[in-house]
C-alpha cells in the first residue's frame, strides 16, 4: 500500500464527524483510507488485518482484482439505466445467480434489508394469490433474536429493544418463536401463514448455529404445512460457512432465499431475492421495484462475484481454513474464551467478562493490528475475508491470545 491520501489525522477526522454525522453507529476509532486484500490501512499508514471483512460484505476482500476489474470495465461503459430500459448485463446475472442456487428466478435489489422486504412482499402476494389466505390475513412466522435489517417493517419483528424503542408504530402480521425450537415453530404455524422467514445462522445475534437437523426440519415443515421457507442469507451465503449457502450445510433448498453483502463484491450494494418460479412469478409490473436495483454496474460486479463461486476455491477456502479458526479458538476456551460457535470462516467467541467486554477486547485488538467487531456484551465476531491465509489468521489468533492474557 501507498502513502496516506490525506493531511488531516485520524483524531481530527473522528472529531470532525461529531457534529456533523447522525450518532447512529459507534465504530471503532481507526480511520480506514486505503485498502487491499485482507489488510486495511489508517491515515496514519498504520495496517490492520481486516477480521471483518465489513460483517461478510467483504468475502473476497478488499479490491479483488478480478471485482475490480469486472466494475472498471463495466464504468467504462455502461452503469445505470433503471428498469425502464434493458441493459446487457442483466440476463446473465440473472442466470448465473439462479444456476449457482439451484433456483428459478431472481428479483434484483439493492441492499440487504430491501432483500427482505421484498422477500415479505412476495410471500404476502404468494399466500394470497397461491395458497388463498384471505386479504390482509397473512402471517409470517419469524425467530427471536433475529436480525434483517432496520426498515419500520422489519424492525416490527425485531426482539432488540434498542432497535424498536421510539420506531412504533410496527407493521403487523408477524410471528415470533424461539429459534431452534421446532416444537413451537410447528406450533405458530397456521392456515394464515405465507412463511417461515429465518437466517440459518443467526450473524448479528452471535454466530448461533442452531442443532443439527433444525434447518431440515424447517423444510419439513414448511413443506407439509404448505408455506414457504425463506432464508435469510444475507450474512452466512456465499461462501462464508465453506458452502455456497449455509443451508447446503443439511441439504436444504429453500423456497425463497434472500442474498446481499458480498454479492456486491465489496465495491457496489447488492442484494437479490431469489426463488422459485411459482413464487418469484406473482410480481407483475408496477407492484414493486427499485430504480437502482439490476443496474448494469451491479450486474456486472454481481456476475463477477458469481464467477468466483462457481469456482469453488472460496467455499474450499472457508472449510480448510475453518479447522485452523475452529482449533486456534479451542486452545484458547479456559483462557479468557468461555466458549465459541464456528462454521468456515465465522466465529462468535464468548470472552470472559472479568477480562472486559466485546468492545474492550475489540479496541485492544484493534492496538494490536486486528479490527474484529463485538456484538452482545462480552461476545466477539471473528469474519475474515475468505482470501486470508493460514499465516494471517494464525497471527490474528495470536493477537488475541496475547490480548486476553495481557
Ligand atoms: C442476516 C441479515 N439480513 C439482513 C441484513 C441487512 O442488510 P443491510 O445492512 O444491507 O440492509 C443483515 C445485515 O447485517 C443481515 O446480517
Known amino acids: 500500500m501507498t502513502a496516506p491520501v490525506t493531511t488531516r489525522s485520524s483524531a481530527d477526522l473522528i472529531r470532525a464527524e461529531e457534529p456533523v454525522l447522525a450518532h447512529n453507529y459507534h465504530p471503532l476509532p481507526v480511520v480506514v483510507a486505503r485498502a487491499e486484500g485482507t489488510w486495511v490501512q489508517d491515515v496514519e499508514g498504520r495496517r490492520y488485518l481486516d477480521m471483518l471483512a465489513g460483517y461478510s460484505a467483504l468475502n473476497f476482500g478488499h479490491r479483488h482484482p478480478a471485482l475490480i476489474e469486472a466494475a472498471h470495465r463495466q464504468l467504462d461503459r455502461l452503469t445505470l439505466t433503471s428498469r425502464a430500459f434493458h441493459n446487457d448485463k442483466l440476463a446473465e446475472f440473472a442466470e448465473r445467480l439462479a444456476e449457482l442456487t439451484g433456483l428459478d428466478m431472481v428479483l434484483p435489489m439493492n441492499t440487504g434489508a430491501e432483500a427482505v422486504e421484498s422477500g415479505i412482499?412476495?410471500?404476502?402476494?404468494?399466500?394470497?394469490?397461491?395458497?388463498?389466505?384471505?386479504?390482509?390475513?397473512?402471517?409470517?412466522?419469524?425467530?427471536?433474536?433475529?436480525?434483517?435489517g432496520r426498515t419500520t417493517t422489519i424492525v416490527s419483528f425485531s426482539t432488540d429493544e434498542t432497535a424498536r424503542a421510539g420506531f412504533g408504530p410496527f407493521t403487523p402480521g408477524f410471528r415470533i418463536v424461539p429459534y431452534n425450537d421446532l416444537a413451537a415453530l410447528e406450533a405458530a404455524v397456521d392456515e394464515t401463514t405465507a412463511a417461515v422467514l429465518i437466517e440459518p445462522i443467526q450473524g448479528e445475534a452471535g454466530v448461533v448455529i442452531p442443532d443439527e437437523g433444525y434447518l431440515a426440519g424447517v423444510r419439513e415443515l414448511t413443506r407439509r404445512k404448505g408455506c414457504l421457507f425463506i432464508a435469510d442469507e444475507i450474512q452466512s451465503g456465499l461462501g462464508r460457512t465453506g458452502r455456497t449457502l449455509a443451508v447446503e450445510h443439511e441439504s436444504v433448498v429453500p423456497d425463497v432465499l434472500l442474498l446481499g453483502k458480498a454479492l456486491g463484491g465489496?465495491?457496489?450494494?447488492?442484494?437479490?431475492?431469489?426463488?422459485?418460479?411459482?413464487?418469484?412469478?406473482?410480481?407483475?409490473?408496477?407492484?414493486?421495484?427499485?430504480?437502482?436495483?439490476?443496474?448494469?454496474?451491479?450486474?456486472?460486479?454481481?456476475?463477477?462475484?458469481?464467477?468466483?463461486?462457481?469456482?469453488?476455491?472460496?467455499?474450499?477456502?472457508?472449510?480448510?481454513?475453518?479447522?485452523?479458526?475452529?482449533?486456534?479458538?479451542?486452545?484458547?476456551?479456559?483462557?479468557?474464551?468461555?466458549?465459541?460457535?464456528?462454521?468456515?470462516?465465522?466465529?462468535?467467541?464468548?470472552?470472559?467478562?472479568?477480562?472486559?467486554?466485546?468492545?474492550?477486547?475489540?479496541?485492544?485488538?484493534?492496538?494490536?493490528?486486528?479490527?474484529?467487531?463485538?456484538?452482545?456484551?462480552?461476545?466477539?465476531?471473528?469474519?475474515?475475508?475468505?482470501?486470508?491465509?493460514?499465516?494471517?489468521?494464525?497471527?490474528?489468533?495470536?493477537?488475541?491470545?496475547?490480548?486476553?492474557?495481557?
Open 121 to 148: 412482499k412476495v410471500a404476502r402476494k404468494w399466500a394470497y394469490e397461491v395458497k388463498g389466505v384471505p386479504a390482509d390475513q397473512a402471517t409470517i412466522v419469524v425467530a427471536a433474536e433475529n436480525f434483517h
Open 266 to 406: 465489496g465495491i457496489v450494494p447488492v442484494s437479490a431475492v431469489v426463488a422459485r418460479r411459482d413464487v418469484l412469478g406473482v410480481l407483475r409490473p408496477g407492484e414493486h421495484g427499485s430504480t437502482f436495483g439490476g443496474n448494469p454496474l451491479a450486474a456486472a460486479v454481481g456476475t463477477a462475484v458469481v464467477e468466483l463461486l462457481e469456482t469453488g476455491e472460496y467455499q474450499r477456502r472457508a472449510a480448510e481454513l475453518g479447522v485452523v479458526l475452529r482449533g486456534g479458538l479451542a486452545s484458547l476456551v479456559g483462557k479468557g474464551v468461555v466458549g465459541f460457535r464456528a462454521r468456515g470462516l465465522w466465529a462468535g467467541v464468548d470472552i470472559d467478562p472479568a477480562i472486559g467486554t466485546g468492545r474492550e477486547v475489540s479496541q485492544q485488538l484493534m492496538r494490536e493490528g486486528v479490527l474484529v467487531k463485538d456484538t452482545h456484551g462480552s461476545t466477539i465476531r471473528l469474519a475474515p475475508p475468505l482470501t486470508i491465509t493460514g499465516e494471517e489468521l494464525e497471527s490474528a489468533l495470536a493477537a488475541l491470545e496475547k490480548v486476553l492474557g495481557s
